[in-house]
């Protein structure tokens, strides 16, 4: 049975970081594309990162946020520096069982909130 469970979302001033954890069963991350992904209110989701065929940031977390996998773990991580207020959503992790492009539709998991606030 495919599982995606986050951890890691709080509340976190300014400048602050968080890292982000999508412990995965069912199947094994180093196979398939895993992506993590955002959902502010009001918004549609927004890809965050991939690693697919390639490993991808949006623009707006280029140089702040870093994607990893845990073999060992089944994990993909998302280490997340100098957190704005901009980036405050639900954030969720994806896999995607065919092709090398994250999308959210294969199969997702619920989300961790990530607020960033003084």
């Known amino acids: 049975q495919v599982q995606l469970v986050e951890s890691g979302g709080g509340l976190v001033q300014p400048g602050g970081s968080l890292r982000l954890s999508c412990s995965a069963s069912?199947?094994?991350?180093?196979?398939?594309?895993m992506g993590w992904f955002r959902q502010a209110p009001g918004k549609d989701h927004e890809k965050v990162s991939c690693?697919?065929?390639?490993?991808w940031y949006a623009d707006s977390v280029k140089g702040r946020f870093t994607i990893s996998r845990d073999s060992a773990n089944n994990t993909v991580y998302l280490q997340m520096n100098n957190l704005k207020p901009e980036d405050t959503a639900l954030y969720f992790c994806?896999?995607?069982?065919?092709?090398?492009?994250?999308?959210?539709?294969?199969?997702r998991g619920q989300g961790t909130q990530v607020t960033v606030s003084s």
């Open positions: 994806a896999v995607t069982f065919l092709g090398g492009q994250c999308n959210p539709h294969d199969f």
């Open positions: 069912g199947f094994t991350v180093d196979v398939y594309a």
């Open positions: 690693l697919g065929t390639k490993t």
